[in-house]
């Protein structure tokens, strides 16, 4: 091995490796359930960021798939891509603009082959970035939204639904983004806390001189208007009710209505309603069965509805409307608001998904246990989201996507280019298809138009679990792998991607798509917000990679959080991690020094010993013993952490033993047998180290798999690789006895360093002791591991002596002496004089001491001050108090030194 371990030159070498050599694939031969986990698709578009590192880290290269594998279940992480309809046209639009083109000058067909182009030249780069992370996926299975076999899944879940009059065609209130040209679904919707404006006004009640007072951030939409709604029980407004409002620059007459929705505190209390442009308002207009009134073209500008302000830009006419109210004395003084948002709610005829059918099977599914929702707090959001769905808008107005396989049917050429849309259609998966059923609805002589509309991007993504298996042909793939087992993904997307995935898969193949729903949280800056370029505060994976490695980024990932917890990510924790890898490797280095000339086969026998039973480990050394019990622990309970999704707590667990247990504690006592005389009792420690080596690095797997690779590939061993290799057995007997004798014997340890470092006797000076211990089992024990305790406290083997309570008895208040209580039953005497300069000592204590006097003297007089203390706020007094009896508690301290140093002298 290595000096050191350098993940620049081996993380990419061995990831190539591993991919070309198969390791990715399942193993068909493979007994057991598959263990099948499908990725979250990330956007085409997309660049490397800490949410995939934090879905990469938990369900590929670091714990479930390398976990899962090692367990020997035939295991597959499927991933792929999605097209990211309008973040990909967006993209490619900006382009052409740049080259001074845009696409409905090309045309669609000229326009997609363009966005094609751009795919094939920049689509792989997140999943290479993705390769860098480890991702142990089977890349030869990847996937893209608008592949053949997925467009086909897209096609049969269309039709299917349609059939049973689930998709329809209606006139609803959407999110439309002027800009884009298309509505959005509600995860599409940015909101962003700015300053905004809410405009003020007085609404002319008819046939009268009274005026209704209302306020409105958009008062372009008073165009619109179709009621003004108070609250039944506001006293001001109650007279009003019944009677009719005139709408401001258009002369129209609307009702004034009493709803409750109406909230007497906002505003005025008098609430414009507005069903063709706000989605509250447009509940409220079906209630009292309002006309309903777009006054906005698709472009953002104002239709012929707005009389006077057709034409206009929305933002100028907002402006010019008020102007113009404020000439006829209707505008009052507007005031400032918190909130805002890009998008027009708009009434616009789409096509809609009617979800309460789907819905309620979802439901049970989960209620039923089939899907278990981790953390299971999320449970209740789930539950509250489908028990009031609403119907999904499934329509894009895009080009780029998946266009909706519905063909619009005319009498002829002309009407069918006069019109976008007809009342009469045909719903089919090719256009030969839709022709047939054209024919043999409407006769020969039709004319097919096929809908502009592409899907939502989110309806491919809902079918991924088993159209990236094949649905809806019976695949092999499809027939091994589904249902999958996890779904691993962030908390945010549980409404618009998961519950979509539950219900998709419960309708279109009869069964839940996973058992398994894991949510984790959102990677967070150290102060705990969220990362954004605006903030500066943005950590970028790669960059941490290229640092730390991705060993290092991992291990901090996937042991900072517990399931739905957000991670405050910082950069200190990340190099916490790598020195954790930095004391792997030191460890394994020793391992390998102290081999020997072991071969190939020597190293397996020695790795596959069965030590698993006490019997077994019943002729080793106490140090031995103790070491293969905890690492049988740790294996028990690392594994149990990884079957209930406890990553940070099998991350931590792993931490711990390898940090302390095998390198502070074993190899540092292995060195006393290693460097001894006994040539057997070496062998027997070089023996268990390799047992302890070879499974330390099957658990650090998972998590840290480029390290562990390269230190497995360093050691003589039989079989290819350690992603290959079999997870230790979780049942091995851990030895209690050996585990409390150990322990007696580390806080020995313990309190002779303690006390050396309290009297300053030098690092290299060796120090006698006598231990009384009254249990004749551990003072056995603790004698026969003499050498070890001397190594590991620096005593000098010579004056090292274990008594028992008689005979131990005549030692307790002998001068020139320190005595320890180690722990129950055991206890130290370290014979200290002459071992350290004692009047030194003295003297640099009383320094101290004389410091500490005055300023604790300072303190008491401040407090014996009764106008200091009846005048000084409370909190100052109490710092003072406190500051005081610290003083006083460290001169106690160095006191009782300076009387034990006067003994020693």
């Given amino acids: 091995m290595e000096q050191s371990f350098d993940p620049a030159a081996s993380e ?21 359930e598959p263990y099948v986990i499908s990725m979250p698709p990330p956007n085409v578009t997309g660049k490397l960021h800490m949410g995939h590192a934090m879905f990469v880290t938990l369900q590929a290269s670091d714990i479930m798939t390398r976990y899962q594998r090692m367990r020997g279940r035939p295991t597959l992480w499927l991933p792929g891509t999605d097209h990211a309809g309008i973040a990909t046209q967006m993209v490619v639009e900006k382009q052409l603009a740049a080259e001074g083109r845009d696409r409905r000058s090309l045309g669609r067909e000229a326009f997609e082959a363009e966005v ?57 209130m959407v999110n439309w983004s002027p800009g884009l040209q298309t509505a959005v679904s509600d995860l599409e919707v940015e909101y962003s806390e700015e300053a905004g404006t809410l405009y003020y006004f007085k609404y002319p009640v008819a046939d009268s001189e009274e ?17 003004v709604a108070v609250h039944p029980e506001d006293e001001r407004y109650k007279h009003l009710v019944g009677r009719e409002a005139v709408v401001p620059q258009s002369g129209r007459r609307i009702a004034i209505i009493a709803d409750e929705y109406v909230d007497r505190e906002f505003g005025t209390g008098a609430l414009k309603i507005t069903p063709g442009h706000d989605v509250n308002d447009y509940e409220i207009g079906k209630r009292f069965g309002l006309e309903i009134i777009n006054i906005m073209n698709d472009d953002g500008t104002l239709n012929a509805a707005a009389g006077p302000y057709a034409g206009m830009e929305r ?82 107005q ?10 619009y049917v005319f009498d002829d050429e002309a009407a069918a280019a006069a019109a976008a849309s007809s009342e009469r259609y045909v719903v089919a998966k090719s256009e030969g298809e839709a022709r047939d059923r054209a024919v043999q609805q409407y006769g020969p002589d039709v004319v097919l138009k096929q809908e502009s509309d592409v899907l939502d991007t989110w309806f491919s993504s809902g079918l991924w679990p088993f159209s990236t298996l094949g649905w809806p042909n019976a695949t092999p793939d499809l027939e091994r792998y589904y249902p999958t087992a996890v779904m691993e993904t962030g908390h945010d997307i549980l409404f618009f991607w998961v519950a979509r995935m539950i219900m998709m898969g419960l309708e279109c193949t009869g069964r839940p798509p996973f058992h398994t729903v894991y949510l984790h949280g959102l990677v967070r800056d150290e102060k705990g917000r969220k990362m954004s370029k605006s903030l500066g505060n943005v950590v970028d994976p790669v960059e941490t990679i290229q640092q730390y490695g991705a060993d290092a980024l991992r291990f901090t990932l996937a042991t900072g959080t517990s399931p739905g917890q957000d991670l405050n990510l910082s950069l200190d924790r990340v190099n916490a991690s790598r020195n954790f890898t930095n004391k792997l490797w030191n460890a394994g280095k020793f391992v390998l020094f102290n081999l020997g000339e072991a071969d190939d086969a020597e190293w397996q026998r020695l790795a596959t010993a069965d030590l698993s039973s006490s019997a077994a480990t019943a ?22 952490a990884h079957e209930r999704f406890d990553f940070g707590e099998a991350g931590r667990l792993l931490y711990d033993f390898v940090w302390s247990d095998f390198a502070d504690w074993y190899i540092e006592a292995a060195k006393a047998r290693l460097y001894g005389e006994d040539a057997a009792a070496a062998a027997q420690t070089r023996a268990v180290l390799v047992y302890v080596y070879d499974k330390v690095l099957k658990l650090a797997h998972p998590f840290m798999p480029f390290i562990t690779e390269e230190m497995w590939q360093a050691t003589p061993h039989q079989g290819a690789a350690l992603i290959a290799a079999p997870w230790p057995s979780a049942d091995a007997a851990v030895d209690e006895a050996a585990a409390a004798q150990f322990e007696a014997l580390q806080a020995a340890v313990r309190a002779v360093r303690n006390a050396r470092a309290e009297y300053g006797v030098e690092p290299g000076r060796r120090v006698g002791a006598t231990f009384r211990v009254a249990s004749p089992d551990l003072r056995a024990a603790l004698a026969a591991e003499a050498p070890v305790l001397a190594l590991l406290a620096r005593l000098d083997p010579a004056q090292l002596a274990f008594v028992g309570e008689e005979e131990g008895a005549a030692l307790t208040g002998q001068k020139g002496q320190i005595e320890l209580v180690v722990r129950e039953g055991v206890e130290a005497f370290l014979p ?47 710092e003072v108090r406190a500051a005081a009896a610290e003083a006083a508690e460290q001169l106690a301290m160095i006191q009782d030194k300076v009387a034990k140093f006067k003994e020693l002298a």
Avoid at 139 to 161: K, M, N, P, Q, Y
Avoid at 625 to 639: G, P, Q, Y
């Fill in 116 to 172: 094609w182009a751009w795919k094939a030249q920049y689509g792989g780069f997140i999943t290479q970035q993705l390769r860098r992370l480890g991702a142990s996926c089977d890349w030869s299975r990847e996937r893209f939204t608008l592949d053949e076999g997925l467009s086909e899944a897209v096609l049969e879940a269309f039709v299917r639904l349609h059939d049973k009059g689930l998709v329809y065609r209606g006139s609803y």
């Fill in 832 to 878: 200290m004089a002459g071992l350290f300069d004692a009047a030194k000592e003295i003297e640099r204590l009383q320094k101290q001491q004389g410091k500490l006097e005055k300023e604790l003297a300072a303190l008491q007089g401040r407090l014996g001050n009764r106008a200091f203390v009846d005048k000084a706020p409370e909190q100052v007094v109490a």
């Fill in 211 to 227: 005026f209704l007072p209302v306020a409105t951030t958009r008062p372009e939409t008073i165009l619109g208007d179709t009621a």
């Fill in 398 to 407: 895009l080009w780029w996507g998946h266009r909706i396989p519905v063909w």
């Fill in 315 to 396: 933002f100028a006419a907002r402006k010019q409307l008020w102007a113009d109210m404020e000439q006829q004395g209707l505008m009052r003084v507007p005031r400032s608001q918190r909130g805002g948002e890009i998008v027009e709610p708009l009434v616009r005829e789409q096509w809609f998904v009617r979800m309460e059918p789907l819905a309620k099977p979802a439901l049970e599914a989960v209620a039923s246990g089939a899907i278990r929702i981790l953390p299971d707090r999320f449970e209740k959001v789930y539950n509250f989201w489908l028990d009031n769905i609403k119907d999904w808008c499934i329509s894009r």
């Fill in 12 to 32: 990419e070498a061995l990831y190539q490796w591993w991919e070309s050599s198969g390791y990715f694939k399942p193993d068909e031969s493979a007994a057991g």
């Fill in 619 to 640: 002729g080793l050394a106490l140090p031995e013993r103790w070491v293969v019990s905890a690492l049988h622990r740790a294996v028990r309970d690392i594994t149990a």
